[in-house]
Nanobody, 124 residues
Framework: QVQLVESGGGLVQAGGSLRLSCAAS????????MGWFRQAPGKEREFVAA????????YYADSVKGRFTISRDNAKKTVYLQMNSLKPEDTAVYYC?????????????????WGQGTQVTVSS
């Protein structure tokens, strides 16, 4: 069992930055691929970014490529999402998720554990 707790969300103006953190507890963090997803009001949950267990491979949605960076610190059992040049359309609840397969994935169905989410609101 893995527990995931997101933090770092908040209200920011367009063009600003935020860094989300996702702290894991429970089983060995380093075996998991990790992902970030988001869900805006009235929309389906969508993929944002993912990282493999070693951190050697990363994946991004086209909508955030070049603006967001995913990283992880296995010693701290934490995955991060650095979000720069934020836009109003980035407003959503952001969720982190853990993938037992270890590779990270675009597909939400591949993930085994989810956090409760953290709200990000970008004002124009």
């Amino acid at each position: 069992q893995v527990q995931l707790v997101e933090s770092g969300g908040g209200l920011v103006q367009a063009g600003g930055s935020l860094r989300l953190s996702c702290a894991a507890s429970g089983r060995t963090f380093s075996i998991y691929g990790m992902g970030w997803f988001r869900q805006a009001p009235g929309k389906e949950r969508e993929f944002v970014a993912a990282i493999s267990r070693s951190g050697g491979s990363t994946y991004y949605a086209d909508s955030v490529k070049g603006r967001f960076t995913i990283s992880r610190d296995n010693a701290k059992k934490t995955v991060y999402l650095q979000m720069n040049s934020l836009k109003p359309e980035d407003t959503a609840v952001y969720y982190c998720a853990a993938d037992l397969d270890g590779s990270g994935s675009y597909y939400s169905g591949r993930y085994d554990y989810w956090g409760q989410g953290t709200q990000v609101t970008v004002s124009s």
